[in-house]
């Protein structure tokens, strides 16, 4: 049961132009969600994250947008650069046992084209 | 701040034998580390939640007797694989617990190879 899903393997786009990454959660209980890039034999690089009170949070080049009803988060990178190209993981996490329970999605491998 | 690192980085050996991998919190102390373990061109799937001081807790389907946790400091846990066999090579990454601007944040490993001929 994957709770947390990339539905897109791969993304290609040119350099300068925006990246959106796209991500779909089944649970309710999720409450924080997240964004981690990560490269071939590297373990995962928090990028951004959002509570599930907000709908939006932007960090320079970085924006989330949170749609609770949908069950729907995006990440939006603009302007898209060749060092963005990685595999970009979506995240969801709830409270378990007194500790937040993270859920990845499948990833999202993106490349910026110069 | 917030590095987790991991040791070895890649692990070759031989059918049957056992593997030790160790993560450390090196800024930080972590109550609570997480071992997950990723399959080429899949996602990062938790295998065990490492608490300081008492016995992990180990997800659906992990084996508990094949993959031993320890979490025997505030900074540093194991995972040891034992009697490992090829089904068994993977990239296991690990995490770490640390609370920040009132959340439960995780910072990552940079994972290890182990490959079991």
């Known amino acids: 049961d994957q709770q947390v899903k990339q539905n897109s393997p791969s993304l290609s786009v040119q350099e300068g132009r925006i990246s959106i990454l796209n991500c779909d959660y089944t649970n309710s209980m999720f409450d924080y969600f997240l964004w981690y890039k990560k490269y071939p034999a590297e373990g995962p690089t928090f990028l951004i994250s959002?509570?599930?009170?907000?709908d939006k949070n932007e960090d320079g080049r970085f924006t989330v947008f949170l749609n609770k009803s949908a069950k729907h988060l995006s990440l939006h990178i603009v302007p898209s650069q060749p060092g963005d190209s990685a595999v970009y993981f979506c995240?969801?996490?709830?409270?378990?046992?007194?500790?937040?329970?993270?859920?990845f999605g499948t990833g999202t491998k993106l490349q910026v084209i110069p | 701040g917030a590095v987790v690192s991991q040791h070895p980085s890649w692990v070759i050996c031989k059918s049957g034998t056992s593997v030790k991998i160790e993560c450390r919190s090196l800024d930080f102390q972590a109550t609570t580390m997480f071992w997950y373990r990723q399959f080429p061109k899949q996602s990062l799937m938790l295998m065990a939640t490492?608490?300081?001081?008492?016995?992990?807790?180990?997800e659906q389907g992990v084996e508990k007797d094949k993959f031993l946790i320890n979490h025997a400091s505030l900074t540093l846990s194991t995972l040891t694989v034992t009697s490992a066999h090829p089904e068994d090579s993977s990239f296991y990454i690990c995490?770490?617990?640390?609370?920040?601007?009132?959340?439960?944040?995780?910072?990552f490993g940079p994972g290890t190879r182990l490959t079991v001929l």
């Open positions: 995490s770490a617990s640390l609370i920040l601007a009132g959340h439960n944040e995780q910072f």
């Open positions: 490492s608490n300081e001081g008492s016995k992990a807790t180990y």
């Open positions: 995240a969801a996490s709830r409270n378990s046992g007194g500790y937040q329970k993270v859920t």
């Open positions: 959002i509570s599930s009170i907000k």
